[in-house]
């Protein structure tokens, strides 16, 4: 589908596959495209349902003529910007390569501006970065026929000075680049391409254990050699659930037509293994690969000749063409003569699709029910264009139908306020062309109450426009089947969704004091960043390492209610602590106990209780801020409790048993 203008910048998208345009957070897509208004680089959102862009206004890059890799971390948004070479030519001194990073406001759904600092000083073909586990961002690319990187401190912003990797195969030719990838635990992958058209010719592999000294990188392996094996195009992707499975879409430099063109390089412990894409006879060029890990396949993507249109069609050229997918399963990779089209300009050339180096549709990495997003690059008429599968999957289309997962009030909750406002969470994101006042009701009785209906994210909000009747029991229905409310793939809600509430009697009442369970709760250690310990009978809160302990309760039954006080109880485990450990809300509830890891955990908001110091075997009641709890009444509660203190604490999980579990205590009115 065509997107916005790109005029006044020139291949937006990049020209090398190795960087990424794209990223998902918070249940959307975003992007790094130009703003041909403003003429600079901003972050857009997109939007499923409509199939389109809106700008945010948030600048990342005041100059035309660059490229750039994106790196969401979960936390921080890291954006580096180059000023580019054409293939054959040489790294230029004196234009800076720039990384900007921005934090990020789910509530108000907003990044923001943090930093900016040189990566190195020179114009260059290409340049990508990653995060390796000390919170340490690595960047590569080509200078003076040589494979350069250089990475910052564990502030993850100051860089030190560029250095060549130290192996003598690292010595390059002027077309050839790099790329840098973090997989592990604990790693950080280096690939570059070496065309010296000899029998040293290939795709070479080296990588450096988080925390060693800079320059101390694993000898190199050829991931594939012999002449004319490597190409300087390549995109990498790390499958974290399996350890040390890395997959790289290369191209090669054969010009038989039955040799490969295009081939996915695998990595399984040591050992790699080459499986052929598309050969030299399909003309393709440029690939890209994806991971997704709900149906575990591998996506890749690659500018193809045009199947048709009124100019160009079925030409071999290096200026682009159409974009096609290829699919293989990843546990037994194997890629058919067949494609599909998925991204055609019936009149131009499109060419350099890009993604995101996320995996797709992954609870661990944040990008649950994400779908696929594509984007490339139309530059005859200066249009980006892009390909949107909200199911994922490789091939087919999103044939589930959505479900509500949460309502407020909740089904037969009472005293609840006469000016509380409903709402239905659900299951992935719909068309909010459908959700509307015909399809989500609220009636008394007999009598509908006249509202207005939004939708934004995957939560649909009635917002009745008078006080309730006091002392009423009002039914919502989110109307399914044929006429209602649909998912962006067009599937129905397949029955009505119908729940009731009572509104509070005139006059109030004495307070009510309620216990609550957490519904999750779990750790996250940066020494695993990927480790996920939901089932853990402790939860583990300390400064160095970091842990810091996730709990969620659900409010969604006292929407409209008053909060007079909350009271949060938490029992020590065998190890207690001299220090004191701060109690913070969490805005992001989509977390999950089972998801949930140091790399993608939400941030915590300001402090609201403290607890400390302590003895082991020993329970404690920590009075919360109530002004700090504003506004969560009637929704999902996530807080978290961290440190400043290096003397660590286990807490009691729920998985140690309802006398020990933490417990969240509340007085309403």
């Not at 945010?56 to 180059?82: F, N």
């Not at 250089?150 to 993850?156: F, K, L, Q, S």
């Not at 009030?409 to 006469?418: L, Q, S």
Request: net charge negative.
């Amino acid at each position: 589908m065509e997107g916005p203008s790109h005029s006044g910048t020139g291949t937006p998208t990049g020209s090398k596959r190795a960087t990424s345009s794209l990223w998902f957070n918070d249940g959307f897509w975003w992007g790094n495209l130009w703003d041909t208004a403003s003429a600079d680089f901003h972050i857009f959102r997109f939007n499923a349902a409509t199939s389109s862009w809106t700008d945010t206004g948030v600048a990342t890059e005041p100059r035309p003529s660059t490229h750039h890799d994106v790196l969401w971390d979960g936390t921080t948004l890291y954006v580096a910007s180059y000023r580019f070479v054409a293939d054959t030519l040489p790294a230029e001194p004196n234009f800076p390569s720039t990384m900007r990073r921005y934090s990020y406001d789910p509530i108000a759904k907003t990044y923001s501006f943090l930093s900016a600092t040189d990566i190195n000083n020179y114009k260059v073909e290409t340049l990508t970065i990653d995060k390796d586990s000390k919170g340490r961002v690595w960047a590569t690319w080509q200078q003076g026929n040589k494979i350069y990187l250089n990475v910052t401190a564990e502030d993850g912003q100051t860089w030190g000075a560029p250095f060549q990797h130290p192996s003598a195969l690292s010595n390059v030719t002027v077309d050839d680049t790099s790329a840098v990838i973090a997989f592990g635990p604990g790693k950080m992958g280096l690939m570059w391409s070496r065309e010296a058209t000899d029998s040293t010719d290939g795709m070479y592999w080296s990588y450096h254990v988080d925390g060693a000294s800079n320059t101390d990188w694993s000898t190199p392996v050829a991931a594939v050699s012999g002449r004319e094996s490597s190409d300087d195009h390549m995109n990498l992707k790390w499958l974290d659930s399996s350890g040390g499975r890395v997959f790289a879409a290369t191209k090669t430099s054969f010009n038989s037509d039955s040799q490969p063109l295009i081939q996915l390089l695998a990595l399984s412990g040591t050992t790699w293994s080459a499986h052929t894409i598309a050969t030299v006879s399909e003309c393709p060029n440029r690939v890209m690969v994806l991971i997704d890990e709900s149906t575990q396949m591998l996506r890749t993507f690659a500018t193809y000749p045009k199947p048709g249109g009124t100019t160009n069609a079925g030409n071999c050229t290096a200026s682009g063409g159409a974009i096609y997918e290829k699919s293989s399963p990843l546990d037994n990779i194997a890629f058919t003569t067949e494609k599909t089209a998925r991204i055609v300009d019936a009149d131009q050339y499109v060419h350099n699709v890009t993604s995101t180096k996320q995996n797709l549709n992954s609870a661990a990495r944040g990008t649950a029910n994400s779908g696929l997003l594509v984007l490339a690059d139309v530059n005859a008429t200066s249009r980006y264009w892009h390909y949107y599968d909200p199911s994922g999957g490789g091939g087919g289309g999103d044939t589930t139908a959505p479900t509500v997962t949460g309502t407020s009030p909740a089904d037969g909750a009472t005293g609840i306020a006469v000016t509380a406002g409903v709402t239905g969470s659900f299951s992935e994101a719909m068309d909010a062309s459908t959700v509307t006042t015909n399809t989500f009701t609220l009636t008394a009785g007999t009598t509908t109450v006249p509202a207005a209906v939004t939708y934004n994210g995957t939560v649909a909000t009635l917002t009745p426009g008078a006080d309730l009747a006091a002392g009423t029991t009002y039914e919502a229905t989110i109307r399914g089947g044929p006429g209602g409310v649909e998912d962006v793939a067009g599937n129905a809600l397949a029955t009505d969704k119908t729940w009731t509430f009572t509104t509070a009697s005139a006059g109030g009442g004495p307070p009510e004091t309620v216990t609550l369970a957490p519904t999750a709760d779990s750790y996250v250690a940066n020494t695993k960043a990927g480790t996920n310990y939901g089932t853990s009978a402790v939860l583990g809160v300390d400064n160095s390492p970091v842990e810091v302990t996730y709990l969620k309760f659900d409010l969604s039954p006292y929407a409209g209610r008053t909060l007079e006080s909350a009271t949060l109880y938490l029992s020590v485990a065998a190890n207690a602590s001299t220090g004191k450990q701060n109690v913070r809300p969490v805005a992001d509830d989509s977390w999950t106990e089972s998801g949930i890891t140091y790399n993608n955990r939400p941030a915590p908001g300001t402090v609201i209780g403290t607890l400390g110091p302590t003895t082991i075997n020993t329970g404690y009641s920590i009075p919360l801020t109530v002004s700090g709890l504003t506004g969560e009444l009637g929704q999902q509660l996530s807080l978290a409790v961290n440190s400043g203190s290096t003397d660590a604490v286990d807490l009691n999980s729920k998985e140690a048993g309802s006398t020990l579990a933490p417990k969240l205590v509340l007085t309403l009115q």
